[in-house]
């Protein structure tokens, strides 16, 4: 985060739940190099609105070292959800809106495989959905219905083990589902897979 208040803030509120290992770094070459020493198990980032565009691809790279990342946005206005939406991430806070328990809560989800987003910002992309669909029929990706039952759970922000329970199989066969669900939408994760399916209308774009 570039401002030292709010990363005293977050330091804070990162100690009273009890998360005790914590590096720091102002940027990706930085977080680079301590992940060649150590690995981590999830990034907490930020950057200034105009710059949200530009840290896909290192993004993409962060993912692909198996780090799940929480993003930390400036608001849930509209452009800043234009600007966030194709990010590779598993997890969105919004920072007026930051509080001890939603990082925890946040936290403890994508510890999960579950997504994380909170309901300000869903309710703007749902809304960003709708204007850019209209009619637009959907795009023909071959789901089997077992695969589209996942899909649906994925959104309702269901981890693998909550899937598992809900459609009665194994949770094995249920993080397969998921992974398969994920390739078929060329999502790296389940963020950009929920994304991708509304935009492209395999989910239903309800607030």
Same mark, same amino acid.
């Given at each position: 985060m570039p401002n030292e208040v709010a990363r005293f803030g977050l330091r804070t509120m990162l100690a009273s739940i009890n998360v005790r290992h914590l590096i720091e770094a102002d940027s990706f070459e930085e977080l680079a190099e301590h992940l060649q020493r150590a690995p981590v198990d999830v990034l907490i980032m930020s950057c200034p609105g105009q710059d949200v565009a530009q840290q896909e691809e290192p993004l993409r790279e962060?993912?692909?070292?198996?780090? &799940?990342?929480?993003?930390?946005? =400036?608001?849930? +206005?509209?452009?800043?959800?234009?600007?966030?939406?194709?990010?590779?991430?598993?997890?969105?806070?919004?920072?007026? =809106?930051?509080?001890?328990?939603?990082?925890?809560?946040? #936290?403890? /989800?994508?510890?999960?495989?579950? #997504?994380?987003?909170? +309901?300000?910002?869903?309710?703007?992309?749902?809304?960003?959905? /709708? =204007? /850019?669909?209209?009619? &637009?029929?959907?795009?023909?990706?071959?789901?089997?219905?077992?695969?589209?039952?996942?899909? +649906?759970?994925?959104?309702?922000?269901?981890?693998? &083990?909550?899937?598992?329970?809900?459609?009665?199989?194994? =949770?094995h066969g249920a993080k397969r589902h998921v992974a398969n669900v994920l390739a078929k939408l060329n999502s790296p994760n389940r963020t950009l897979a929920v994304v991708t399916a509304l935009k492209e209308g395999l989910l239903p774009p309800q607030a």
């Open positions: 962060i993912s692909a070292m198996n780090v &799940k990342v929480l993003f930390l946005l =400036e608001s849930a +206005s509209q452009h800043m959800v234009i600007r966030a939406a194709s990010l590779p991430v598993d997890g969105f806070l919004v920072q007026p =809106e930051l509080t001890r328990n939603a990082l925890a809560d946040a #936290l403890r /989800r994508i510890s999960d495989g579950e #997504l994380s987003m909170p +309901s300000t910002l869903a309710r703007e992309l749902l809304s960003q959905v /709708r =204007e /850019r669909n209209g009619a &637009k029929a959907p795009r023909p990706v071959s789901l089997t219905p077992r695969e589209q039952q996942v899909l +649906s759970l994925v959104g309702d922000g269901l981890s693998n &083990k909550q899937i598992a329970r809900r459609l009665s199989i194994s =949770e």
